[in-house]
Each structure stands twice: as structure tokens, then as C-alpha cells.
């Protein structure tokens, strides 16, 4: 039987898998240096993302002071992460209070964003209360897509996993993502990768 393809986040079929398992969120520790000003090449030469004001009710206080911060320097998440060591969707993460950062996290972002880093300890040292920032189903738009996608192939992907893997669940804790950019000749292609744990159901 002919195997069924795989799909990137796009409302067309692509030629990458979306997903794989078994990982952990951040990359393997790297070495690198941080300063506290940049050369204009690591500046974003397009529209960054700021906060949506409307937000700010359910977020934690950190993601005003990273948020306006960014915005200052001018950094896409891309630039932050390459700074901090980290994947660029866990940068976004700890930026919406949706992903903890670590002590070490806490020294780079604030050399890199130059915000003192008494006040970012303050704010990013507990613990993330997840899930508060999205309503169920999605109104916005893009963040609708990727919730339409389950709704079209959650099943497929269910009964999938099951035959390679058995009766069991695909972790979002010992999970990491990525967003990729693709280009050929018809077009833009966003390649979102998931990567989880693989959890068997236990036997009692």
C-alpha cells in the first residue's frame, strides 16, 4: 500500500515530514557570546513582531518588558535565539510566559536585550501558568489553521502513530518544534516540525 504523505502547515501538500519523535525543548548546550550591542547585520531588516496590547491581561508581566524590549532593538526571536543558544518557538515561548527560562536563559536575554537582570529574575523565575493566552477554538486566524489541521487529520495522525508505535500518546513536554522556511517555484512554504517523546500507556 502506498504510504500517506506527509504534511507541512500549508494549506498544500509539501515534501517534509511534520512528525517525528522523542526529544527534549532545548538545542544541546552551545557555546556562545553575547553583547550588549549589535551589528547592524543581526538587526531585523523587516516588520518584527510586537505584543498585541489586547493580550496583556492574560500574560504575565515579563512579556510587556521582553516584548518592549524586542521592539526597542529591533530583534527578530531568529536573532534572540542565536544570542540566548535556544530554538527560536522557545524564545517566542518564554516571551508569552508559555515556556520557563532557565538562570542562564535569564543572564543572556538580559545582555541581550539590555533590561537589568534583577528585574527579569523577578519576572521569569517561577513557573509558567500555560494556556491562559488562547480561546478555544482559536478567533485568529493563523493560530485557527494550525487548530483546523487537527481537526482535519487527528485521526489520521491518531491511527498512524498507533501502528508504528502502539497504544500510547506523543509527549508535549519532552517535545521540541521548529519553524522552517521553504522556496521553490510555486511558492512560500512553512514547515512546522514536531518532536515528542513517545509515552505507552501503562498496564495496572
Same mark, same amino acid.
Given at each position: #500500500?502506498?504510504?500517506? +504523505? ?8 509539501? &515534501? ?7 526529544? =527534549?525543548?532545548?538545542? +544541546? ?7 550588549? @550591542?549589535? @551589528? &547592524?547585520?543581526? #538587526?531585523?531588516?523587516? *516588520? ?5 496590547? $489586547?493580550?496583556?491581561?492574560? /500574560?504575565? &508581566?515579563?512579556?510587556?518588558? /521582553? ?5 526597542? !532593538? ?26 520557563? =527560562? ?21 519576572? /521569569? $523565575?517561577?513557573? +509558567? ?6 480561546? #478555544? *477554538? ?11 489541521? %487537527? ?19 506523543? $509527549? ?5 518544534? !521548529? ?6 517555484? !510555486?511558492?512560500?512554504?512553512? %514547515? ?13
Amino acid at each position: #500500500m502506498a504510504a500517506l +504523505p506527509r504534511f507541512a502547515l500549508s494549506s498544500r501538500f509539501a &515534501p517534509r515530514a511534520i512528525v517525528p519523535v522523542a526529544s =527534549a525543548f532545548a538545542r +544541546p548546550s552551545v557555546a556562545c557570546t553575547t553583547s550588549r @550591542h549589535f @551589528h &547592524p547585520t543581526k #538587526m531585523a531588516s523587516k *516588520p518584527i513582531v510586537t505584543l498585541d496590547a $489586547s493580550l496583556i491581561p492574560r /500574560l504575565p &508581566p515579563s512579556s510587556p518588558t /521582553l516584548f518592549e524590549a524586542k521592539k526597542k !532593538k529591533n530583534l527578530t526571536f531568529e536573532a534572540i535565539a542565536k544570542e540566548v543558544g535556544r530554538e527560536e518557538v522557545a524564545i517566542a515561548a518564554m516571551f508569552y510566559g508559555q515556556a520557563q =527560562a532557565s538562570p542562564e536563559d535569564i543572564k543572556k536575554l538580559s545582555e541581550v536585550l539590555e533590561i537589568p537582570t534583577e528585574t527579569l529574575e523577578s519576572q /521569569l $523565575s517561577g513557573f +509558567p501558568d500555560r494556556g491562559r493566552t488562547i480561546d #478555544m *477554538p482559536p478567533k485568529e486566524p493563523l493560530i485557527y489553521r494550525l487548530y483546523e489541521i %487537527v481537526q482535519n487529520y487527528g485521526y489520521a495522525y491518531k491511527a498512524v502513530l498507533n501502528e508504528k508505535f502502539g497504544d500510547g500518546i506523543m $509527549s508535549a513536554i519532552s517535545f521540541s518544534t !521548529k519553524v522552517e522556511k521553504e522556496t521553490d517555484e !510555486k511558492g512560500d512554504w512553512a %514547515v512546522i516540525t514536531l518532536r515528542g517523546k513517545w509515552l505507552p500507556y501503562s498496564r495496572f
